[in-house]
């Protein structure tokens, strides 16, 4: 959903007045003077995620802590005064009014996802996806949170199963979460520092010090990366590049061949939806918000028409490294600054 340069202009001067305005007020504090550790959620190079019970009495609070050895200031607010913004939305994670400078760390509150992320709903060893109901259940409301995002020239940047977050075990209700990478539209991005299969062509293009503006189509293509994974279990390439041969099977399909031999389980509707949002030119590719035109479709064959099982062409999803649950695990396999996120070592175990 685009925005014109002057809505944009007016985004950006109000996210950094209220930067400025949350820096000048933030509190001093150390968390062990107001706060008892009840649980550990998640830890990474950025810090940790704690679950708390404040000292002077109320509900638990669930804080991410980040190292200021590894967080600029900026970065932090930025972060935070994002989630703040993108709070009234029921598909966004809700940061809480709590943020606090101590000697080390960098905090702010957030609401606890009690079910987890969907990376724990797609178990690498089965290499299967989820049930077309959970998965639906899930794109529509992911749309509707990227859709909030985009109408206010915001791009999430690192759409990913670690970063969608569950309140209930059949994805009644789930919510975009880690905003640590959402930058405005238009922002200039870098070139990669490493492969990820979320990652669109244009990105994968860059080198060196190429740039391209920032724009909501990245998030598109990851939201349809994202949901071939629920739906198979599996990504559908290691790299958006003409060196990958998943990928090249696809381009082809693009230019009007025959449905890559990986995808056979998918109907007429699914592979629709999937070609427009995996448009390779990304001024003509579809937003996210289009995907709620194929909710009243089927999206995989049954059985009888052939069952949705992972080729051994595609890249199987393998376990996490280093992740904290509850949205706040991307700056651990995202790395820093502007560039586009990366996967720790070993993410991918291509099983060509």
């Not at 001067?13 to 107001?34: C, I, K, N, S, V």
């Not at 940790?48 to 050895?69: A, C, H, Q, S, Y």
């Not at 590894?70 to 913004?85: D, G, H, S």
């Amino acid at each position: 959903m685009e925005e014109s340069d002057e809505e944009g202009e007016d985004n950006e001067e109000f996210l950094e007045r209220l930067m400025a305005q949350t820096g000048r007020e933030m509190p001093q504090r150390e968390l062990e003077e107001h706060y008892a550790v009840l649980e550990e959620l998640g830890s990474g190079t950025y810090g940790r995620v704690v679950l708390t019970e404040p000292l002077d009495g109320g509900p638990p609070v669930v804080l991410k802590l980040m190292l200021k050895e590894r967080t600029e200031w900026r970065a932090f607010l930025r972060e935070y005064c994002i989630a703040l913004c993108l709070s009234s939305h029921a598909a966004c994670l809700r940061a809480l009014p709590v943020a606090f400078e101590s000697t080390t760390h960098f905090a702010f509150g957030q609401e606890l996802a009690p079910a987890g992320d969907l990376c724990e709903m797609v178990p690498p060893c089965l290499q299967e996806g989820l049930a077309e109901e959970l998965v639906k259940r899930c794109a529509s409301q992911l749309a509707e949170a990227l859709d909030f995002m985009h109408s206010r020239a915001l791009v999430h940047r690192d759409v990913k199963l670690d970063n969608v977050l569950l309140f209930d075990r059949e994805c009644r209700r789930v919510k975009l979460g880690d905003f640590g990478l959402t930058r405005m539209q238009g922002s200039a991005v870098g070139a990669m520092s490493g492969t990820l299969p979320y990652s669109p062509p244009e990105l994968c293009l860059l080198q060196g010090s190429d740039t391209l503006e920032l724009d909501s189509s990245l998030d598109a293509w990851a939201f349809a990366i994202l949901l071939f994974c629920l739906c198979t279990g599996c990504f559908p390439w290691a790299m958006a590049a003409s060196s990958d041969p998943q990928f090249k099977d696809f381009s082809a399909w693009q230019a009007g061949r025959g449905v890559p031999a990986s995808w056979p389980g998918f109907s007429s509707g699914a592979l629709e939806m999937l070609r427009r949002l995996l448009t390779l030119d990304p001024d003509r590719r579809s937003p996210a918000i289009e995907v709620q035109k194929y909710l009243s479709l089927p999206w995989v064959m049954a059985p009888s028409a052939g069952e949705l099982v992972p080729s051994s062409s595609q890249s199987p999803l393998t376990s996490r490294t280093g992740e904290s649950p509850g949205g706040t695990g991307g700056r651990d396999v995202a790395g820093g600054g502007d560039g586009v996120p990366v996967p720790p070592a070993n993410t991918l175990a291509p099983c060509w």
